[in-house]
């Protein structure tokens, strides 16, 4: 079986081909490695990095950026986007901190992307 | 009113003025930024999807990150930056400009300087600019002002959207519409190919069954007070096929229909735009027509990476930095597009170094060839996989690339796209 996909690692957006044989899956087409992990992952079980807001407190900013530090399984998304628009961000904050530990015992955590001063 | 005398100011506090401040004030000159809004960051700081700082940082970061990094960089400087401040204009005289500008705190300032950056960004194009007929209720939207209100306010601009424009603010407004509870019903693509990175087609529509329309168009808004629907007829040969409209229920247009260089300030001061790009025209080292007057970013061109954006900006710094220190200016050659190519930066190049275009692309292409020839002479011949409009290409071409040809005032060099 051979399925042709793009790849969404990079703004390159290679054009690849991965083809299944039994238990070895090969891609063929990527310029870079992650093109491989991406192609492999995508036919097995497709997964996405996540971007949202959660509501902040502060009165410079009404929502505060957050995202998952790695890519979380597809099925997931739409509970995690559930809690997260729950989620009270308190300012002050750093760039980088964890709001959320180990989500659904995935090993992924959220993170904010903005600094917010007090 | 505040007076200050510094070497260069830098107009606009985004991805574009961050870099170009940065690296004017680490070569040793006094720079003030300023910045329209209240925090630096510009555009980036609404563009809460990740994506950028590839090529730059070698790690994939979101926009608010990605300017923060810069941002940390311009508060930990010498840099005297600015924000909630407007610039009106810039006075350019042959002793020396003087930039004005206003904010609440400060009233009126009052800059004097040796040379001006411009780095204001861009700007969206609107109805008005697509001309759609129909009605005009509430309910359309420019696509980033969408994601402004989406993703910095808090506000949802409607339940149920159709987007015009297959550019990456408009698919990624798609992805963002539907993590926030819309529903989508379609993106309208007027070309035969999509605007946007291939990348954001896959995991902004495919992923949400989004369908996407390339080869039509809205042909009428309806609604009264809010809008309530959209016409879409597809295009054969140009042309609307008008027994093909179909109508589909929205509450909400997002537009994303192309960004236009923000280029008020340059026109009044009297600088030449380029047509093809509706930025300033630039030499070599990004100069505009105006001496002592330089552009970078989305006000030049529009970019399609930010990576571009810092990258050529920072560029822009070192030229402004040479320029302060050097009396005599190098000697430059014309630089022009050819077949297959909507424009190059910068329309001049110089020869006693590299020199680095970015072009854009009309054709869409798998395996096409860039070919630069200085006076129909080949001096260069780089294989392309993958080209197409939405893709901004970036070369630089060595100096010793050039080392073996006679320039003359006259030499001209064209940078071609053979498919």
Redesign the interface.
């Given at each position: 079986m051979t399925k042709e996909m793009i790849c969404i690692s990079c703004p390159i957006g290679c054009h690849i081909e991965v083809t299944r044989n039994q238990d070895e899956i090969t891609v063929r087409g990527n310029k870079c490695s992650r093109g491989e992990i991406y192609g492999k992952e995508e036919l097995l079980s497709p997964k996405r990095v996540v971007t949202a807001t959660c509501p902040a407190d502060s009165i410079l900013m009404a929502r505060i950026p957050v995202k998952t530090t790695r890519p979380i399984g597809k099925e997931l998304i739409n509970s995690l986007l559930e809690d997260l628009y729950k989620t009270r961000v308190q300012a002050p904050v750093q760039c980088g901190a964890v709001i959320m530990e180990n989500y659904a015992g995935t090993g992924v955590d959220v993170v904010v992307t903005k600094s917010l001063s007090s | 009113m505040k007076e200050i005398t510094k070497d260069v100011v830098v107009i606009g506090g985004g991805s574009a003025g961050m870099a170009a401040a940065g690296e004017v004030v680490g070569k040793g000159h006094s720079v003030v930024l300023l910045e329209r809004e209240?925090i630096l960051g510009g555009i980036l700081?609404q563009c809460?999807?990740?994506?950028f700082g590839?090529h730059r940082f070698k790690e994939?970061?979101?926009?608010?990150?990605y300017a923060?990094r810069y941002a940390r960089i311009i508060e930990e400087s010498q840099v005297e930056y600015y924000t909630g401040t407007t610039v009106s204009e810039i006075d350019s005289r042959e002793d020396g400009k003087t930039v004005f500008a206003f904010s609440s705190e400060h009233g009126m300032l009052r800059i004097n300087c040796r040379a001006v950056v411009l780095a204001m960004g861009c700007r969206e194009r609107n109805r008005g600019n697509i001309g759609t007929p129909g009605t005009r209720p509430a309910g359309v939207y420019t696509a980033g002002l969408a994601q402004r209100l989406?993703?910095?306010?808090?506000l949802m601009p409607g339940s149920k959207c159709v987007i015009v424009g297959s550019g990456d603010i408009g698919l990624i407004m798609a992805r963002r519409m539907s993590?926030a509870g819309a529903e989508v019903k379609g993106v309208v693509e007027i070309q035969p190919y999509p605007a946007g990175?291939?990348?954001n087609?896959?995991?902004c529509l495919n992923?949400f069954d989004i369908p996407l329309h390339l080869s039509h168009v809205v042909s009428k808004i309806y609604g009264k007070d809010r809008v309530e629907g959209v016409d879409i007829t597809p295009l054969k040969n140009g042309m609307e096929v008008t027994e093909e409209t179909f109508h589909v229920e929205c509450d909400t247009l997002l537009l994303s229909v192309g960004l236009v260089p923000e280029n008020e300030i340059a026109r009044n001061t009297g600088i030449k735009i380029n047509p093809e790009t509706n930025g300033p025209l630039v030499d070599s080292n990004l100069m505009t027509s105006v001496e002592g007057i330089f552009a970078c970013g989305n006000v030049l061109h529009v970019h399609?990476?930010v990576d571009y954006v810092s990258e050529e900006s920072q560029r822009c710094g070192e030229f402004v930095s040479t320029y302060l220190k050097a009396g005599d200016r190098e000697q430059q050659y014309s630089m022009v597009s050819g077949s297959n190519l909507k424009y190059v930066i910068p329309n001049r190049f110089s020869s006693g170094r590299d020199n680095h275009f970015y072009m854009r692309s009309l054709i869409v292409r798998n395996h096409a060839e860039l070919v630069f020839s200085l006076d129909g002479n080949e001096v260069k011949r780089k294989k392309i996989r993958?080209i197409q409009p939405s893709?901004m290409i970036s070369f630089t071409l060595k100096k010793e690339e050039l080392a073996d040809f006679n320039l003359d005032e006259q030499s001209r060099l064209e940078v071609s796209l053979i498919g």
């Open positions: - | 209240e700081n809460i999807h990740n994506g590839l994939e970061l979101t926009g608010p990150e923060e989406v993703n910095m306010e808090g993590w990175l291939t990348r087609i896959v995991q992923d399609d990476l993958h893709e």
